[in-house]
């Protein structure tokens, strides 16, 4: 990767759901899932947000 593409990139930052909508996406892929909202929230802590920002 050359210098200048480095210079010219731009670090990017992934939007992530609300803990109470990633639960409800997991709900609907996995009916049985016992995952409930501490889980996700702690989910989306490890992934780098605590899922309040907008």
Request: aromatic share 2%; no cysteine.
């Amino acid at each position: 990767m050359s210098t200048e593409l480095l210079e010219n990139s731009a670090p990017t930052v992934a939007e992530f759901p609300e803990p109470a909508d990633l639960l409800n996406q997991l709900k609907a892929r996995r009916k049985k899932s016992g995952a409930n909202l501490a889980d996700m929230e702690v989910v989306l802590e490890i992934l780098g947000t605590d899922g309040s920002e907008s």
